[in-house]
Structures are given as C-alpha cells and as structure tokens.
C-alpha cells in the first residue's frame, strides 16, 4: 500500500536537560487510524536549535480505531524555544526546566483550565468546536483555537466564535491534514 506523508497536530513539551547539556521535544496526540503513524522529522534548514515537521504517514484505507502516540526527539540545548511546523501553521514549544520548584497548595486550589479546539482543516471562522480540559488528549483532527481559560469563558467563546461542522468533501477514511510537502513551500 502506498502512504502520504500529512502534515499533523499533536501536544507539545519541550524538557531541558540540565546535566546532559540536551533537550527533549515530546508530541503526544491521539490518531484516528490504527494504521497510521506518526513521527517527528528535522526539517532541512540547517539553524540551530533545529526546527521539526510533525508528519503523519497516512494509508489509502483508515482501520477506524483510536490509537494513541508519544514521539520525542532528544537535541543539544540551544535556546528557550524550538518550532515545530503542524498542520496548523508552526507552533512555539517553550523549553522548560524540569526542577523549577512548584507550589503544590496554589496548584491544588487552581481552578481546572479548559481549552476550545476546532475540526481540522483550519478556517475562518472555526467549526465543530469542542471544550475540554486543558490536559486533555483529543483527536488530531482537532486543534486549539481558544485557551486555557475557566469552563465558562471557554463556553462563551465558542457559543461567539464558532460555526457548525462544515460539510466536507472527504470521502471515506480521509483525513483534513495537508500534504507534509505542500507545507514546506
């Protein structure tokens, strides 16, 4: 069977690792297809810190069935940020150091955030918008377009901004990701 390579969405963290002088960039998500995969790829550019593709290989038929996935790279510490190129345009990973102290009272009594994400592919405005909890895994059909905020501030965004799922010319098993190299140009 042949695979397309697809631009996909996923969470993002970037870890630095103080002893070892590395950083780790892990994306995690959810695929819609038991038979597909996904990886992160250094993009040609030569800069550093290296900027990464989050490509899905896709197969002509989609074995309908929730597969979650972690991928992580591991490159030399060079800055505070690493981009990351998905099928929502580049995303931001700000690096962050794994023994900053945290005040375990003020996070227990933190309100729960919340965060608004809309059906793949991106468009003005976002459709078939869904609220869940900000650590939440979703779909990578999925990507965020409001938050983290409070439930209701979440609620009232999306009952503003959102449209109904738009009808789609996608037949079958296919999926609303672009081609991996439409997006490099």
């Known amino acids: ?17 103080p002893l070892e002088g590395t950083i780790t960039l892990t994306a995690t998500g959810i695929l819609p297809c038991l038979n597909y995969s996904a990886q992160l790829e250094m993009r040609p550019e030569r800069i550093l810190p290296p900027m990464w593709n989050l490509v899905f290989f ?23 940020v690493i981009r ?26 933190g309100e729960t955030e919340y965060v608004v994400y ?6 003005s405005p976002p459709h078939g918008c869904i609220v869940v909890p ?12 409001f938050g983290p905020a409070s439930k209701q501030e979440c609620d009232e965004w999306a009952m503003r901004k959102c449209g109904p799922l738009a009808a789609t010319t ?8 672009p081609v991996a190299q439409e997006a490099r140009e």
């Open 134 to 145: 900000a650590d939440a895994l979703v779909l990578a059909i999925y990507y965020r377009v």
């Open 1 to 17: 069977m042949s695979t397309t390579k697809v631009l996909g969405t996923a969470h993002y963290r970037a870890v630095r690792s």
């Open 84 to 109: 990351v190129m998905d099928a929502t345009g580049w995303v931001e990973v700000p690096v962050v150091d794994p023994f900053l102290p945290v005040d375990f009272a003020e996070t227990q009594a």
């Open 58 to 80: 896709t197969q002509p038929v989609c074995l309908r069935a929730i597969k979650p996935f972690e991928i992580s790279v591991v490159m030399a510490d060079s800055g505070d």
């Open 170 to 177: 996608a037949k079958g098993g296919d999926v609303p990701w």
């Open 118 to 123: 809309s059906r793949l592919p991106v468009t």
